[in-house]
């Protein structure tokens, strides 16, 4: 059951991934973008990161993507035109991303040489209350400094996005 | 107990997500589109943190996985403003034509 749940959320993820780097139009890389995120809210639920599957959901597929789709409409973005595209970058660039998706693979398969493999169920501390109480204790300091972070990005949205006086 | 699944499955899994990430982000045009790729970009580290949180049986791995979503809503709060910006200055979202500190 936890292959078959991670195999059909993970050619989900893929899928809408490479939808993301093909589709021209922006609106379509945004809806892509949508269903790669949803599919991972569900592995993090398979992975026992209940607070994150939610806050995933919430904060990503809800807050971010609302941005990203109300910015698309407001400058009624067209289809990509396919102009100054360099042949050299394309006949470089793909031998090189494959490498390095080989490369990191590769390591990636060398890190936990006798892991056990995941049951759903078997890691429990990704709960909002074992979440939250690592936040407040262990990674309080932190915590404050994000706040700061997000009243500058805050101010600095205003900033920029405000029409000029004069 | 049914069969589970091999942790490397989810690694990999990362590892294809954010090589598709800087495909998007080196090959398209469209200055939105780049910034999304980014976004696949966090995406496939936080899968990656959550995977080694699992393995270690730890929550550290959440918690660096919620910093990392607080600074995207941050960064994208700030880089949409900059592509409205932008885009008022210029009228274009295409990000060749937008390299007036290249000389």
């Not at chain 1, 407040?136 to 009243?151: D, N």
Request: with cysteine; glycine share 8%; proline share 2%.
């Amino acid at each position: 059951m936890d292959v078959i749940l991670f195999l059909i959320f993970a050619v989900i993820a893929v899928v809408c991934g490479i939808n993301v780097v093909v589709q021209s139009h922006p609106i379509s890389s945004a809806i892509s973008l949508i269903g790669v995120m949803g599919s991972l809210a569900v592995l993090y639920l398979l992975l026992g990161a209940e607070f994150l599957a939610a806050a995933q959901v919430i904060v990503y597929a809800g807050a971010i993507m609302v941005l990203f789709v109300f910015v698309i409409m407001l400058l009624n973005a067209g289809s990509e035109t396919r102009r100054g595209r360099s042949f050299m970058a394309q006949l470089l660039g793909v031998p090189l991303l494959i490498a390095f998706l080989g490369l990191m693979a590769f390591f990636v398969q060398r890190l936990f040489p006798g892991a056990a493999d995941v049951h759903f169920g078997a890691f429990r501390g990704g709960t909002a209350l074992a979440v939250g109480r690592a936040l407040f204790t262990q990674f309080l300091l932190p915590f404050e400094v994000v706040s700061v972070l997000i009243l500058i990005a805050i101010l600095g949205a205003v900033v920029l996005a405000r029409k000029e006086l004069e | 107990m049914t069969a589970g699944v091999p942790l490397s499955w989810y690694l990999i899994l990362s590892a294809v997500l954010f090589t598709l990430g800087v495909a998007g982000f080196v090959f398209r045009r469209n200055i939105i589109t780049v910034f999304m790729s980014i976004e696949l970009m966090l995406n496939a580290v936080n899968l990656s943190f959550i995977t080694f949180s699992y393995q270690l049986k730890q929550v550290n791995g959440h918690i660096f996985s919620f910093f990392v979503m607080v600074v995207a809503a941050a960064e994208a709060a700030v880089g949409l403003a900059i592509i409205l910006t932008v885009f008022k200055n210029r009228s274009t979202l295409n990000i060749d034509d937008v390299s007036s500190m290249k000389n």
